[in-house]
Protein backbone atom coordinates (compact mmCIF):
# COMPACT_ATOMS: atom_id res chain seq x y z
CA UNK A 1 0.00 0.00 0.00
CA UNK A 2 1.79 3.01 -1.11
CA UNK A 3 -0.51 5.77 -0.47
CA UNK A 4 -4.40 6.16 -0.40
CA UNK A 5 -6.49 9.36 -0.93
CA UNK A 6 -7.53 12.14 1.88
CA UNK A 7 -11.15 10.69 1.95
CA UNK A 8 -13.54 9.86 -0.07
CA UNK A 9 -15.91 12.66 0.36
CA UNK A 10 -16.66 14.48 -3.00
CA UNK A 11 -15.33 17.64 -3.93
CA UNK A 12 -16.25 19.92 -7.34
CA UNK A 13 -14.84 23.44 -8.53
CA UNK A 14 -16.09 26.36 -6.75
CA UNK A 15 -17.78 29.55 -8.33
CA UNK A 16 -16.38 31.86 -5.22
CA UNK A 17 -13.70 34.01 -5.53
CA UNK A 18 -11.73 35.25 -8.81
CA UNK A 19 -8.19 35.00 -9.73
CA UNK A 20 -6.35 37.97 -9.43
CA UNK A 21 -2.74 39.12 -9.20
CA UNK A 22 -0.46 39.57 -5.91
CA UNK A 23 -0.28 43.02 -7.23
CA UNK A 24 -3.60 43.55 -6.69
CA UNK A 25 -3.78 42.51 -3.41
CA UNK A 26 -0.55 44.44 -2.10
CA UNK A 27 -2.61 47.47 -3.96
CA UNK A 28 -5.19 47.27 -1.27
CA UNK A 29 -3.59 45.17 1.63
CA UNK A 30 -2.98 47.66 3.86
CA UNK A 31 -6.27 50.21 3.64
CA UNK A 32 -8.73 49.37 6.23
CA UNK A 33 -11.55 47.17 5.04
CA UNK A 34 -14.93 46.30 6.10
CA UNK A 35 -14.98 42.80 7.89
CA UNK A 36 -15.15 42.24 11.55
CA UNK A 37 -12.66 40.02 12.72
CA UNK A 38 -12.43 38.06 15.39
CA UNK A 39 -10.39 34.79 16.46
CA UNK A 40 -11.49 32.26 18.89
CA UNK A 41 -9.56 29.49 20.64
CA UNK A 42 -12.01 26.48 20.30
CA UNK A 43 -9.34 24.06 22.27
CA UNK A 44 -5.90 23.71 24.08
CA UNK A 45 -3.98 20.69 22.65
CA UNK A 46 -0.20 19.44 22.98
CA UNK A 47 1.42 17.48 20.12
CA UNK A 48 5.04 16.57 18.62
CA UNK A 49 7.38 19.16 18.24
CA UNK A 50 9.01 17.33 15.14
CA UNK A 51 5.92 17.56 13.81
CA UNK A 52 4.97 21.49 14.05
CA UNK A 53 8.78 22.32 13.34
CA UNK A 54 11.74 21.04 11.05
CA UNK A 55 13.89 19.98 13.81
CA UNK A 56 16.68 18.98 11.08
CA UNK A 57 16.64 22.85 10.18
CA UNK A 58 20.03 24.67 10.45
CA UNK A 59 17.67 27.04 12.88
CA UNK A 60 16.59 24.38 14.98
CA UNK A 61 19.66 22.72 15.81
CA UNK A 62 21.49 26.21 16.55
CA UNK A 63 18.68 26.70 18.97
CA UNK A 64 18.54 23.06 20.14
CA UNK A 65 15.20 22.20 19.81
CA UNK A 66 14.34 18.61 20.34
CA UNK A 67 11.12 16.79 20.15
CA UNK A 68 9.23 17.28 23.13
CA UNK A 69 5.08 17.88 23.37
CA UNK A 70 4.33 21.14 22.52
CA UNK A 71 1.36 23.12 23.71
CA UNK A 72 -0.92 24.49 21.01
CA UNK A 73 -4.49 25.55 20.49
CA UNK A 74 -6.79 24.96 17.69
CA UNK A 75 -8.69 28.15 16.21
CA UNK A 76 -11.70 29.51 14.37
CA UNK A 77 -11.63 32.69 12.79
CA UNK A 78 -14.91 34.51 12.23
CA UNK A 79 -15.12 36.87 9.28
CA UNK A 80 -18.43 39.54 9.68
CA UNK A 81 -19.00 40.70 5.78
CA UNK A 82 -21.68 43.87 5.76
CA UNK A 83 -23.22 41.87 2.41
CA UNK A 84 -22.04 38.27 2.52
CA UNK A 85 -22.46 37.22 5.55
CA UNK A 86 -20.87 35.20 8.20
CA UNK A 87 -17.49 32.85 7.50
CA UNK A 88 -15.91 30.60 9.39
CA UNK A 89 -11.73 30.06 8.57
CA UNK A 90 -11.38 26.53 9.89
CA UNK A 91 -14.08 24.72 11.43
CA UNK A 92 -13.14 24.78 15.15
CA UNK A 93 -14.47 21.93 17.54
CA UNK A 94 -17.78 20.06 17.48
CA UNK A 95 -19.70 18.98 20.69
CA UNK A 96 -18.31 15.83 20.59
CA UNK A 97 -14.55 16.30 21.39
CA UNK A 98 -16.00 17.60 25.09
CA UNK A 99 -15.35 13.67 25.63
CA UNK A 100 -13.12 12.85 23.35
CA UNK A 101 -12.31 8.92 24.18
CA UNK A 102 -16.52 8.60 23.69
CA UNK A 103 -16.37 10.44 20.34
CA UNK A 104 -17.48 7.99 17.66
CA UNK A 105 -16.34 9.41 14.75
CA UNK A 106 -12.69 9.55 15.68
CA UNK A 107 -10.93 5.59 15.01
CA UNK A 108 -8.97 4.31 18.33
CA UNK A 109 -5.97 4.17 16.44
CA UNK A 110 -6.36 8.57 15.56
CA UNK A 111 -7.25 8.99 19.06
CA UNK A 112 -3.51 7.09 20.35
CA UNK A 113 -1.79 8.73 17.47
CA UNK A 114 -2.70 12.66 18.08
CA UNK A 115 -3.29 11.93 21.83
CA UNK A 116 -6.58 13.43 21.94
CA UNK A 117 -6.85 12.69 25.30
CA UNK A 118 -4.86 16.50 25.52
CA UNK A 119 -7.30 18.22 24.18
CA UNK A 120 -9.29 20.40 26.38
CA UNK A 121 -11.81 22.16 24.33
CA UNK A 122 -12.72 25.89 25.58
CA UNK A 123 -15.90 26.28 23.31
CA UNK A 124 -18.07 23.88 20.42
CA UNK A 125 -18.75 25.23 17.29
CA UNK A 126 -22.27 24.86 17.71
CA UNK A 127 -22.36 27.25 20.76
CA UNK A 128 -20.46 30.21 19.11
CA UNK A 129 -22.87 29.70 15.95
CA UNK A 130 -25.54 30.00 18.47
CA UNK A 131 -24.44 33.00 20.59
CA UNK A 132 -23.51 34.59 17.49
CA UNK A 133 -27.91 34.72 15.58
CA UNK A 134 -27.35 30.99 14.41
CA UNK A 135 -26.42 32.20 11.07
CA UNK A 136 -23.69 30.80 8.90
CA UNK A 137 -22.82 31.13 5.32
CA UNK A 138 -19.90 29.09 4.64
CA UNK A 139 -16.75 27.71 6.35
CA UNK A 140 -13.23 28.22 4.62
CA UNK A 141 -10.99 25.52 5.28
CA UNK A 142 -7.14 26.29 5.10
CA UNK A 143 -7.02 22.33 4.33
CA UNK A 144 -8.71 18.91 5.54
CA UNK A 145 -6.41 17.92 8.22
CA UNK A 146 -8.05 16.15 11.06
CA UNK A 147 -7.58 19.20 13.37
CA UNK A 148 -9.23 21.78 10.78
CA UNK A 149 -12.07 19.63 10.37
CA UNK A 150 -12.75 18.72 14.02
CA UNK A 151 -15.62 21.27 13.99
CA UNK A 152 -17.20 20.21 11.07
CA UNK A 153 -20.04 17.99 12.22
CA UNK A 154 -21.57 21.18 14.07
CA UNK A 155 -21.91 22.91 11.12
CA UNK A 156 -25.36 23.88 10.17
CA UNK A 157 -26.53 21.40 7.28
CA UNK A 158 -25.94 22.53 3.41
CA UNK A 159 -23.40 25.48 4.63
CA UNK A 160 -21.09 25.55 2.05
CA UNK A 161 -17.24 24.33 2.57
CA UNK A 162 -14.64 25.92 0.39
CA UNK A 163 -11.16 24.27 0.53
CA UNK A 164 -8.10 24.06 -1.92
CA UNK A 165 -7.18 21.92 -4.88
CA UNK A 166 -6.68 18.13 -4.60
CA UNK A 167 -6.88 18.20 -0.54
CA UNK A 168 -9.27 15.33 -1.37
CA UNK A 169 -7.55 13.46 -4.05
CA UNK A 170 -3.94 13.80 -2.21
CA UNK A 171 -2.51 10.75 -1.71
CA UNK A 172 -0.42 9.67 1.56
CA UNK A 173 0.52 6.45 3.43
CA UNK A 174 -0.87 8.28 6.31
CA UNK A 175 -4.36 8.74 5.02
CA UNK A 176 -4.63 4.72 5.21
CA UNK A 177 -5.39 5.36 9.35
CA UNK A 178 -6.98 8.74 9.12
CA UNK A 179 -9.62 8.58 5.49
CA UNK A 180 -12.13 6.98 7.94
CA UNK A 181 -12.42 9.90 10.01
CA UNK A 182 -12.03 11.97 8.11
CA UNK A 183 -15.38 11.12 6.17
CA UNK A 184 -17.02 10.93 8.89
CA UNK A 185 -16.07 14.04 10.37
CA UNK A 186 -17.10 15.90 6.81
CA UNK A 187 -20.42 13.42 6.94
CA UNK A 188 -23.03 13.63 4.44
CA UNK A 189 -22.16 17.62 3.61
CA UNK A 190 -22.75 18.79 0.09
CA UNK A 191 -19.25 18.40 -1.98
CA UNK A 192 -16.35 20.51 -0.76
CA UNK A 193 -15.97 23.43 -3.26
CA UNK A 194 -12.39 23.27 -4.42
CA UNK A 195 -10.84 27.16 -5.32
CA UNK A 196 -10.40 28.04 -8.91
CA UNK A 197 -6.90 29.52 -8.22
CA UNK A 198 -4.91 30.21 -11.15
CA UNK A 199 -1.03 30.96 -11.27
CA UNK A 200 -0.30 34.36 -9.74
CA UNK A 201 0.56 36.60 -13.01
CA UNK A 202 3.24 38.50 -10.28
CA UNK A 203 4.76 35.12 -9.44
CA UNK A 204 4.68 34.74 -5.84
CA UNK A 205 1.84 32.59 -4.79
CA UNK A 206 0.58 29.46 -6.23
CA UNK A 207 -2.72 31.16 -7.24
CA UNK A 208 -4.37 34.50 -5.61
CA UNK A 209 -8.05 35.01 -5.54
CA UNK A 210 -10.51 38.45 -4.74
CA UNK A 211 -12.93 35.90 -2.51
CA UNK A 212 -15.82 38.08 -2.68
CA UNK A 213 -14.58 40.23 -5.37
CA UNK A 214 -14.82 43.34 -3.33
CA UNK A 215 -11.23 43.11 -2.12
CA UNK A 216 -12.00 42.42 1.50
CA UNK A 217 -11.11 39.07 1.34
CA UNK A 218 -7.64 37.12 0.09
CA UNK A 219 -7.25 33.87 -0.30
CA UNK A 220 -3.30 32.37 -1.28
CA UNK A 221 -2.67 29.00 -2.41
CA UNK A 222 0.43 27.95 -0.59
CA UNK A 223 1.16 24.37 -1.28
CA UNK A 224 3.47 22.09 0.76
CA UNK A 225 1.76 21.36 3.86
CA UNK A 226 -1.24 19.97 1.58
CA UNK A 227 -1.13 20.15 -1.66
CA UNK A 228 -4.13 22.45 -1.59
CA UNK A 229 -3.39 24.59 1.76
CA UNK A 230 -4.70 28.03 1.45
CA UNK A 231 -3.71 31.09 3.55
CA UNK A 232 -5.88 34.34 4.19
CA UNK A 233 -5.84 37.91 4.01
CA UNK A 234 -8.59 39.48 5.33
CA UNK A 235 -9.04 44.05 5.52
CA UNK A 236 -10.43 44.69 8.39
CA UNK A 237 -11.70 48.41 10.31
CA UNK A 238 -8.06 48.05 12.13
CA UNK A 239 -5.63 46.91 9.67
CA UNK A 240 -4.93 43.44 7.87
CA UNK A 241 -5.15 39.95 9.15
CA UNK A 242 -3.12 37.33 7.43
CA UNK A 243 -4.03 33.94 8.71
CA UNK A 244 -1.23 31.39 7.50
CA UNK A 245 -2.99 27.71 8.34
CA UNK A 246 -0.40 25.81 8.96
CA UNK A 247 2.06 27.19 6.16
CA UNK A 248 3.49 27.57 9.69
CA UNK A 249 2.59 26.07 13.05
CA UNK A 250 4.29 27.60 15.65
CA UNK A 251 5.92 31.17 16.82
CA UNK A 252 9.32 30.33 16.90
CA UNK A 253 8.74 28.56 12.92
CA UNK A 254 7.07 31.71 11.64
CA UNK A 255 9.55 34.57 13.58
CA UNK A 256 12.49 32.32 12.45
CA UNK A 257 11.47 31.27 9.02
CA UNK A 258 11.34 27.53 9.45
CA UNK A 259 9.08 25.37 7.86
CA UNK A 260 6.80 22.27 9.18
CA UNK A 261 8.11 19.10 10.32
CA UNK A 262 6.85 15.33 9.49
CA UNK A 263 2.88 16.62 9.38
CA UNK A 264 3.84 18.50 6.53
CA UNK A 265 3.46 16.16 2.54
CA UNK A 266 6.05 17.98 1.10
CA UNK A 267 8.88 19.73 2.41
CA UNK A 268 10.70 21.95 -0.37
CA UNK A 269 7.15 23.02 -1.44
CA UNK A 270 6.36 23.83 2.29
CA UNK A 271 9.95 26.18 2.42
CA UNK A 272 8.67 28.43 -0.42
CA UNK A 273 5.37 29.03 0.41
CA UNK A 274 6.32 30.05 3.89
CA UNK A 275 9.14 32.12 2.14
CA UNK A 276 6.37 33.78 0.22
CA UNK A 277 3.74 34.30 3.22
CA UNK A 278 6.98 35.78 5.17
CA UNK A 279 7.62 38.44 2.15
CA UNK A 280 4.20 39.07 2.41
CA UNK A 281 3.92 40.06 5.41
CA UNK A 282 6.91 42.79 5.48
CA UNK A 283 5.59 44.62 2.61
CA UNK A 284 2.18 45.16 4.82
CA UNK A 285 2.57 47.77 7.55
CA UNK A 286 0.86 46.66 10.64
CA UNK A 287 -0.32 42.98 9.19
CA UNK A 288 -1.34 40.96 12.01
CA UNK A 289 0.12 37.36 11.31
CA UNK A 290 -1.63 34.09 12.69
CA UNK A 291 0.76 30.80 12.81
CA UNK A 292 -1.55 27.55 12.56
CA UNK A 293 -1.62 27.04 15.95
CA UNK A 294 0.20 29.58 18.32
CA UNK A 295 -0.33 32.87 18.44
CA UNK A 296 2.93 35.17 18.01
CA UNK A 297 3.90 36.58 21.37
CA UNK A 298 2.76 34.24 23.45
CA UNK A 299 3.57 30.80 22.80
CA UNK A 300 7.09 29.88 21.26
CA UNK A 301 8.70 26.65 20.85
CA UNK A 302 11.98 27.59 23.27
CA UNK A 303 13.07 26.56 27.05
CA UNK A 304 9.50 28.44 28.36
CA UNK A 305 7.57 26.14 26.12
CA UNK A 306 9.07 23.29 27.04
CA UNK A 307 8.99 23.70 30.77
CA UNK A 308 5.04 24.63 30.52
CA UNK A 309 4.55 21.46 27.92
CA UNK A 310 6.13 19.32 30.96
CA UNK A 311 5.28 21.24 33.69
CA UNK A 312 8.23 22.43 34.89
Not at 108 to 136: C, E, H, K, P, Q
Not at 253 to 274: A, I, K, Q, T
Request: charged content about 20%; overall charge negative; some cysteine.
Amino acid sequence: LLGCTATDHPAEPGALGTPRSSDALLAVAAQPGPIRFEKVVAADWAVELSGLVNLDHPKARAAGLEDRSEPIAVYLYALHHPTQGTFLIDSGMERGFLDPASNERVGFLVRRAMGTDALRVRITTSDWIAANGGRLDGVLLTHIHLDHIMGVPDVPAGTPIYTGPDEVGASRFLHAFTRGTTNRLLGDRPALREWPFEPDPAGRFAGVLDVFGDGSLWALHVPGHTPGSTAFLVRTPDGPELVLGDATHTAWGWENGVEPGSYSLDGPRSVESLASLLALAEAIPGARVHPGHQDLGEVAAGPEAAARATGG
